[in-house]
């Protein structure tokens, strides 16, 4: 039997010192707690349990001198069995340890990681326990041996103004990708290979936001159809790296050593790695779901409970349940696990799903709430990227614009605004300048600037690119919700035909359109995100909520039509032009005023005369015609070391309707002449004449003003 000595309370978790482990958790309410030790992580029944006896500000704990690495563990916790109260104790359920920095697998489904008999209708089963016992359905968690080698790892600190994100998903990168190794594919490593690398540095992308990597749980419903969790939102331990995504083979705990050497990769490729994370619900769903951790420790604490009825859970986030950052303990789990990501993961920053509910309190959201304030005030987490999306389900969840100073947000607006003005809606044009310019309507007003707004057209949850401009409806059949689930509006259009087309007018218009919004994306003001595989036209088949699809359907497809290459050029073309104009990627706001009397303004709107636009331009809903003049010169901006930049002139103009449009182009006022970088409407660009050009319908052209230099000069 193992000699347990009383421990320390700090840090949670298990700790690992060299010559033995500590084990702390926390339970305001437990009467008993049982730390089960077992000898492989497969085993149904522990080969010893030890009765935590020391207890230390609610937190139990226990020194064991002889546990090391690769130790399979997990805990019985004893307490009252009380719904109405809030408790949900059940010593019969195995528990993971929330602090567990490795978990041995995935969790599959079985009626025996329920708190009540499952196989009944009846609404109130809740109420009555199932002792049943959970061991031998659920994983480990896995004592990890500290340290790696990182070899003078250090973060990249890129500036947000020079920061192109690209999302994805960590499997479907390179799953069908011949070029990564076969043992790799769906990997940490696979991720960070160098076909994949190599891709991403030619996309100009600067940082990688990987959908959720904490280890999650399928929820039954979708285990019982043969669908999976795929995009991992339902994590379930907050310190452990998902063991999906980790190789066949190697010592348990592999995926933490993995997931390191991902980070280490990327980063010597100047590329930062963005975690999209998960703490405002939990795998364990409502009060007919899973005992697998948070539930059976303190319910109470983890869960925000209805206030009138305890038993019951409040679902902010429709997904059962909600994370309550109320609790001091909920509120320290949760920062405890982001300074543990930056820490020893050395991972860059993070966006937030489904962020209102972490400021949310007993009044609604509030952008003072204590985990800001922690936020703001941390030494470390304050210096990492934070990005919000801004919505959540509860009352006012639509909170674009209001978090606080230091945070970006998925800027949801800009999303809509840039669809609906390009399927040819009317009235967009005013909305659509604030959106380009870098939406200072929404984030100026506590002193953000145009880097609070991260741009994107599409995401993982939507329609894909290619199948915004191929559906007008979503076909989530597959999904086994009768087509019920997914959004509803996509502001889509098919340009002809629903799905797939062969009609060269209709495949012609439908590369037009994507190369347009992929333009406006790299030529807005704020902070650009790409979504996995649109560079390359990838289709799901026009289902807008693939959440559940581990296979061909989400994998991305490598293996490029002409199209394809063409648009993948085209996205490395515009994305390298963004990059090696500073005069597309300001890092204040314009002004819109003249510096002097005889300079011109920053920025200035043109009407298709040529002159500025005017009030009856901005309110006439007829029109699709936008100019948008940036003087660099007329800039204070400076880099990074102060110097002034001072860029040439940039036009940019965009045609949302249905007929061709002439555009005078503006006089600059010195010699010299435009020059047209980008035209959406046709592979290579064309001269320009003196006296203007035309747009034909749903294009977008860039053009750049090349003084001719003084004779002296020349």
Known sequence: MTQARPGAPNPL?????????????????????ELCLFNHA???????CIALQERTDQVWHAYLPDVRPGQAYGYRVHGPDAPHEGHRFNPAKLLLDPYAKAISGTIGWSDVLSSHPERTADPNRDLVIDNRDSAGAMPKCLVIEPGFGWEGDQ?????WHRTVIYECHVKAMTMLHPDVPEQLRGTYLGLASDPIIEHLARLGVTAVELLPVHQMFTERRLAEMGLSNYWGY?????FAPD???ATASGPHGRQVAEFKAMVKRFHRAGIEVLLDVVYNHTGEGNQLGPTLSFRGLENSAYYW???????LYTDFTGCGNTVDPRHPRTLQLIVDSLRYWVEEMHVDGFRFDIAPVLGRDDHGFNPAAGFFELMRQDPLLSQVKLISEPWDLGPDGYQVGRFPAGWSEWNGKYRDTVRRFWRGDTGQVGELASRLSGSSDLYGHNGRGPQASVNFVTCHDGFTLHDLVSYETKHNEANGEDNRDGTNQSWSRNWGV???????????????????LLATLAFSQGVPMISHGDELGRTQSGNNNAYCHDGPLTWIDWKLEPLDRELLEFTRTVFAIRAANPVLR?????????AGPEQAKDLTWLRAEGGEMTPADWEDPANHLLGMLIRGEASDETDQRGRRLNGDPILLLLNGGGRTKSFALPAIGRPGAWTQLIDTAHQAPRPVQEDGLSLVPHSLVLLRYESTPPPALR
């Open 155 to 159: 973060p990249l600190r890129i500036p």
């Open 42 to 48: 497969e085993d149904a029944v522990a080969t010893e």
């Open 586 to 594: 300001w890092r204040t706001y314009f002004s819109h005023e003249r």
């Open 305 to 311: 409970l209805n206030p009138e009825n305890r038993r």
């Open 234 to 238: 339902s994590s379930i331990g907050y």
């Open 498 to 516: 629903e799905g797939p087309a062969t009609a060269t007018h209709i495949v012609r218009m439908r590369e037009r359109i994507k190369r347009t």
């Open 243 to 245: 063991i999906r995504f």
């Open 13 to 33: 978790g298990a700790t690992r010192d060299g010559e033995g482990t500590n084990f702390a958790i926390y339970s305001e309410h437990a009467t008993r707690v």
